[in-house]
């Protein structure tokens, strides 16, 4: 199994930018499609963004489509969505997760393995 642990959210203002970091240890990471997912108060998770094991396929929600780009270096063991233009409405705590599989999944029950997820607050 895969281990993820999430970091650089924070409180930021509308426009500004931010990058979050996922961090993998244990299997080979380059074994696992990757996905961001969000969830705010009151709704449910969804699915920011996912790319395949090697980082050339990505799925984009239409909510963050131009803003926010995911990718990885398996190298490092890491997986990343730098996201631009903040708006108010990305406040959420954001999630990485890994797919037992290397094609890319945009279902959220085909994903094992969560971190603890990372809060991103943008003010307006």
């Known amino acids: 199994q895969v281990q993820l642990v999430e970091s650089g959210g924070g409180l930021v203002q509308a426009g500004d930018s931010l990058r979050l970091s996922c961090a993998a240890s244990g299997r080979t990471f380059s074994r696992y499609a990757m996905g961001w997912f969000r969830q705010a108060p009151g709704k449910e998770r969804e699915l920011v963004a996912a790319?395949?094991?090697?980082?050339?396929?990505?799925y984009y929600a239409n909510a963050v489509k131009g803003r926010f780009t995911i990718f990885r270096d398996n190298h490092d063991n890491a997986l990343y969505l730098q996201m631009n233009s903040l708006k108010p409405e990305d406040t959420a705590v954001y999630y990485c997760?890994?797919?037992?599989?290397?094609?890319?999944?945009?279902?959220?029950?085909?994903?094992?393995?969560w971190g603890q997820g990372t809060q991103v607050t943008v003010s307006s």
């Open positions: 997760a890994a797919a037992d599989r290397v094609t890319i999944t945009t279902t959220l029950s085909s994903y094992d393995y």
């Open positions: 790319t395949n094991w090697m980082g050339g396929s990505t």
